[in-house]
């Protein structure tokens, strides 16, 4: 190979690197977009959920009136704790489990997707790489899943924490309608507040996994650039022995290679 075949392969190289490079941002920008749509659909979801959830609350509230009758002051408090939570847990962990298949599904096609393209990127890198210098270079594939880790949390106040404490000095037949109907109106307060923390610890896991993903892509891909790029520094001997020169250089390449495999 003489020296200006060598120039012209390196200048290949180069531009197949800084197309990669391209097409990496371009993928990265696309990710990012679609899972900023995917985020949106989730808080779109949590939103609907919620509202539909709260008339059921308030329905099942009324049960448990007619279930506990006689009950007041502090033991009332502590049924109705306990209620709301089994509630929440309820609202929930319903929104959560359908949300998790459904968000699976879109994040399973939308790994696929980045995957087979990342491949792509890294297939072209592996024939240029072989064509341009004649060397095998094994086929590399990235393996990278989404799927975020899935826990939900809950807080209720207790009832009585904003009560002041006239309220408290009432009779039981005063106390007991008083805290029950303020408890219809907190209701979607209640909700909205748990949904708000929900929303997110959801999607901040949803994100972090989408992030750690896009690392994985990148990061392989950026592991042939990098060593590729190895090529393009190892430029002719100053001292005069162009043949040392492309020596070198395909040593660089072999060794960077055999890394890869």
Known sequence: MSPQDL?????????LLHQSKTEVHEMAVLLRERANELVALVEQDLKSHIERGAPKVQQHLKRFESEHPRESGRVL???????????LETVFEKWRMQEDDRLQ???DSLSE????????I?????????HLFDLPVEHLAISCSLRPESRLSYKIEPIFYSLDSFLLALPPFLLRPIVLRRLHRQVPL???MNAGRIRYDYIERLQVSITRFERGLQS??????ESLEAVLQTGPNESGSHLDSLHTCELVIEDCLRLLR
């Open 105 to 107: 599904d879109q994040l």
């Open 220 to 225: 392989q891909i950026a592991l042939v650039g």
């Open 190 to 192: 209640l909700l909205d």
């Open 77 to 87: 408090g502590s049924l109705l704790e306990d209620f709301l939570m089994s509630q």
């Open 122 to 130: 890294l297939e072209k890198l592996r024939e240029g790489a072989g």
């Open 7 to 15: 120039f012209d392969k390196q200048r290949a190289l180069e531009r």
């Open 113 to 120: 997707r980045f995957v087979a393209q990342a491949n792509i």
